[in-house]
């Protein structure tokens, strides 16, 4: 079973940055549709997706909103997906949390069968 924990969740002022990081309790995928991804939910809000990408694949899905500030890699060997938060703003204070699953749409929820307890991000003026 398959375990996911963030961490690098904190706050900033406006136009600061955090890195977070997620562990997966896995180190081998099971097919070429499993994929991680971050989503985020603000408050009164719905969850929303952030980036995200297929493990055994290369392209990186962005939201459009986060799309060149935001940065996703991997560590493959080590299971672990990062998202560089940079020129944050107060739009982004959520709670930011992985995902991970056997997927048809990187973007879509559905799918997504691990997600970890999330991390708190909160941007200040």
């Known amino acids: 079973q398959v375990e996911l924990v963030e961490s690098g969740g904190g706050l900033v002022q406006a136009g600061g940055s955090l890195r977070l990081s997620c562990t997966s309790s896995?180190?081998?995928?099971?097919?070429?549709?499993?994929?991680m991804a971050w989503f985020r939910q603000a408050p009164g809000k719905e969850r929303e997706f952030v980036a995200g990408?297929?493990?055994?694949?290369?392209?990186?899905y962005y939201a459009d909103s986060v799309e060149g500030r935001f940065t996703l890699s991997r560590d493959v060997v080590n299971a672990v997906m990062f998202l560089q938060m940079d020129r944050l703003k107060p739009e982004d204070t959520a709670v930011y949390y992985c995902?991970?699953?056997?997927?048809?749409?990187?973007?879509?929820?559905?799918?997504?069968?691990?997600w970890g307890q999330g991390t708190q991000v909160t941007v200040a003026s």
């Open positions: 995902a991970a699953g056997t997927v048809v749409g990187v973007s879509r929820e559905y799918g997504y069968s691990t």
């Open positions: 896995v180190r081998t995928i099971p097919n070429q549709s499993w994929a």
């Open positions: 990408v297929r493990w055994s694949g290369g392209y990186i």
